[in-house]
């Protein structure tokens, strides 16, 4: 069907919504609380347009469009209106971007800094309510929250989780766990990934650095075979964090507990960085030659002495498809046994 966008002539999908058809486009259209892999909730209002024929506005985000509906993204009337609704927005929040660890990666804040929010004209009551840290991973600020209800959708729609809802109503309104108590759920982060303030940080990369501090690097989980895809936040040669890519991968924007937060070993103490050889009951440190050579060795011995069968290949995940090949092609073709086998559960 045919719509006009911004004087624009434009093909739309039956169903979609006035939000999908902009930004498919090239028409940008600033949200909150909208996701393209959630449901749509038309929270935060500020995707409001006008619409032809409509004299009130109404949120893009929830709106199908319609053969020949006339919108307009960006008139006078729409930015005092969008800037209103962040006055009011904010009106409820913190003023403290400057300790935030979302600050520079803050879509309120952005949207203050483009509608020119420069001060709060509304006085009156906040809600005050205690910073949760207690779980391992996830500092919860729900002073901070703007009840964009992203956190819950992302439990329930896409992990089928369902940890976190919101509870009480009006200005009493949070995101809680059942009877509010402490986070305990299997810590994917999905939630503070998809969180466009600073209400869910990351408790491991807290005061470690901003995000124009980093530099992204695109690269493949190593914890299992899945492959998935992440993006790797390095500051000082340092990983301080981990996200999904926002490339197409398999995952498709999602990660588990161990891809998400179990990054702490590439700068452990404990990892192994040089091969080590037992001698006189003791690990010590050898050239990869020595091991090599050692390893070479020590198989042919057992193999003249005990036969093929006498020796097994434990291979894992971790590795990539290529290396498990030419690694069970080395016990069966190099050493000549079957006795060669794979697990993923670490």
Request: aromatic share 4%; glycine share 10%.
């Given at each position: 069907m045919k719509l006009i966008i911004d004087?624009?002539?434009?093909?739309?999908?039956?169903?979609?919504?006035?939000?999908?058809?902009?930004?498919?486009?090239?028409?940008?259209?600033?949200?909150?609380?909208?996701h393209p892999k959630l449901s749509n909730y038309g929270g935060c209002r500020v995707c409001v347009v006008e619409v032809g024929g409509m004299n009130r506005l109404i949120t893009s985000c929830t709106t199908p469009v319609s053969e020949g509906m006339v919108v307009n993204t960006d008139s006078q009337r729409i930015r005092e209106t969008r800037k209103t609704l962040l006055e009011l927005i904010l009106s409820d929040h913190p003023n403290d971007c400057m300790t935030c660890d979302k600050t520079g990666d803050c879509t309120l804040q952005d949207l203050a800094y483009e509608y020119g929010v420069k001060e709060n004209p509304y006085t009156g009551a906040i809600r005050q309510y205690p910073t949760e840290d207690k779980n391992p991973y996830i500092i919860r600020d729900f002073s901070k929250c703007i009840l964009c209800a992203k956190c819950t959708r992302v439990c329930d729609e896409v992990r089928g989780v369902g940890a976190i809802d919101i509870m009480k109503r009006g200005f009493y309104a949070k995101v809680a766990t059942p009877f509010d108590g402490v986070l305990d759920c299997e810590f994917c982060g999905n939630?503070?990934?998809?969180?466009?303030?600073?209400?869910?940080?990351?408790?491991?990369?807290?005061?470690?650095?901003?995000?124009?501090?980093?530099?992204?690097?695109?690269?493949?989980?190593?914890?299992?075979g899945v492959g998935c895809g992440i993006t790797l936040h390095i500051k000082d040669s340092t990983v301080i964090k981990v996200t999904p890519t926002e490339k197409e991968s398999v995952n498709n924007g999602s990660l588990c507990v161990k891809g998400k937060f179990a990054y702490d070993f590439i700068n452990s103490a404990d990892r192994l960085k040089k091969p080590l050889i037992k001698k006189e009951s003791k690990f010590v440190e050898a050239t990869w030659d020595e091991a090599v050579d050692y390893t070479v060795k020590r198989l042919k011995e057992i193999k003249e002495k005990h036969g093929s069968d006498s020796i097994g290949g434990l291979s894992s995940a971790r590795c990539t498809n290529e290396e498990n090949y030419i690694f069970q092609k080395f016990i069966r073709a190099g050493i000549g046994t079957n006795n060669v086998d794979h697990c993923a559960r670490y």
């Open positions: 004087n624009k002539e434009i093909l739309a999908n039956e169903g979609e919504t006035i939000l999908e058809a902009a930004k498919r486009s090239g028409v940008k259209i600033p949200t909150l609380c909208h939630c503070v990934d998809v969180c466009p303030v600073g209400s869910l940080t990351e408790k491991l990369a807290k005061g470690k650095g901003r995000g124009w501090e980093t530099r992204k690097v695109d690269t493949t989980c190593a914890y299992c």
